[in-house]
């Protein structure tokens, strides 16, 4: 079954970096189908979309973080990670990694979830 | 940007009722629609994908239908562990865009 993990620090100051990590087990982060993504969600708030990498490291990022995010990945480690500069009190949110299948002729919603990460934006 | 817009936002409900939630695109997305249930503290359940196919697992009283904007959701005899937030994600085009999220309470 497959398993997505996130992890990272819970508390990082104003102006500072967010850095998460999701390590995938279960499965092969370098699966051809197989995106991988980052949603948040602030307390009491809707899922926002960060981005998507492909095991290449190719990556799709939402236009509104797009100057702040970078993603990543490690295949050895099966991995992939989140950075999102110059954070504020509005990243405060809880991250999740997931997956979203992407076929030659078909795409897919985020079908497995990690359980979610709570950062707080705060100094 | 495709905006996604869920109606209504919340709901109350009893258990046994059947419920409809809407999800409207901005612009046509063929059946590239996922819904989600949330419950406190959890991660979304995926429960649809491509507008009206089941997730693995997921029970039959869950059924989704719509194609180009127009899309529902709809939930038959409603039991406890229904009540939860839902929402409709797009993956038609980048960037993909949930629903605000629609409440179902027990009234």
């Known amino acids: 079954q497959l398993q997505l993990q996130e992890s990272g620090p819970g508390l990082v100051k104003p102006s500072e970096t967010l850095s998460l990590t999701c390590t995938v087990s279960g499965g092969s982060i370098s699966s051809g189908s197989f995106y991988w993504g980052w949603i948040r969600q602030p307390p009491g708030k809707g899922l926002e979309w960060i981005g998507n990498?492909?095991?290449?490291?190719?990556?799709y990022y939402n236009p509104s973080l797009k100057s702040r995010v970078t993603m990543s990945v490690d295949t050895s480690k099966n991995q992939f990670s989140l950075k999102l500069t110059s954070v504020t009190a509005a990243d405060t949110a809880v991250y999740f990694c997931?997956?979203?299948?992407?076929?030659?002729?078909?795409?897919?919603?985020?079908?497995?979830w990690g359980q979610g990460t709570l950062v707080t934006v705060s100094s | 940007d495709i905006q996604m817009t869920q109606s209504p936002s919340s709901l109350s409900a009893s258990v046994g009722d059947r419920v409809t939630i809407t999800c409207r695109a901005s612009q046509g997305i063929s059946n590239d629609l996922g819904w989600f249930q949330q419950q406190p503290g959890k991660a979304p359940k995926p429960l649809i994908y491509?507008?009206?196919s089941l997730q693995s697992g997921v029970p039959s009283k869950f059924s989704g239908s719509g194609s180009g904007t127009d899309f529902t959701l709809t939930i038959s005899s409603l039991q406890p562990e229904d009540f939860a937030t839902y929402y409709c994600?797009?993956?038609?085009?980048?960037?993909?865009?949930f629903g605000q999220g629609t409440r179902l309470e027990i009234k």
């Open positions: 491509a507008a009206s």
């Open positions: 990498i492909y095991y290449s490291g190719i990556t």
């Open positions: 994600q797009q993956y038609n085009s980048y960037p993909i865009t």
């Open positions: 997931a997956r979203q299948e992407r076929g030659y002729s078909y795409d897919r919603p985020f079908d497995y």
